[in-house]
């Protein structure tokens, strides 16, 4: 099996990172392509990929493909590869935005299409990718890329192509949520003194640790909040803080404003 790519950025990086790891395939079995002969070369150093400056030459020789560039390179790729993929070629998208309808009408006959949302959190092997599929992927193939992806970014969940925009809200766009949210506990601390890079590390590992014990556990955000809020204590004056500052009404909306921004790509 010979997995394409064509983008070889940060995303692609992950996935290719994740692959080798799992072992699922070898590296010369993983191909790409990329602008710049310089992130060409470094692929090929870092992980020892062939590389090619030819989009349609990947898609050619893929089994899986994999589009991982920005939507607004999306249109210029499509043409570079639309006569290159067949019906045997399992295109996996995870530009944001771009429906299979949409990629599928830039092809002249019947395609694989899957489209996935994963985040950035993949680069360390603990991020949440949401897919979805056409009616001419079939559930042994959905079930390959569900393994292929989850194995890379730590976790995997196909969703409904309706609510895509909505996953990727929830988990595409909400790093940089959570990452301003541990500058902003890591500012507190060193306003209450702690040295910086001392309070990053604490801020971060919390987040870290929270998250773990809710997957882990099985209770919920309110449950594990009510057992850190003690009567008349320090937790449940802060929890009033944030309320009073409308903080989960915060950052709902920023959530749907991704949600939105994404439908209109």
Known sequence: MVIGFIGLGNMARALIGGILKEKAVAPEDITGSAATAETRRRMEAD??????????QIAAEADILFLAVKPQYLPVVLEDIRNAVTERTLIVSVAAGKTTKWLSEAFPGP??????????????????????????????????????????????ELVPEQLMDTAGGVNGSSPAFVFLFIEALADAGVKGGLPRAQSYRFAAQTVLGA???????????GELKDMVCSPGGTTIEGVETLEKNAFRGAVMQAVGAAIEKSKKL
């Open 47 to 56: 992980f020892g990929i062939r590389t090619s400056e030819s989009n349609a």
């Open 111 to 156: 395609v694989k299409i899957v489209r996935c949302m994963p985040n950035t959190p993949a680069l360390v092997g603990e991020g949440c990718a949401a897919v979805c599929r056409n009616e001419n992927v079939t559930e042994e193939e959905l079930g390959l890329v569900l393994r292929l992806i989850g194995s890379c970014c730590g976790m995997a």
């Open 211 to 221: 998250a773990r014990l809710m997957l882990e556990s099985g209770k919920t955000p």
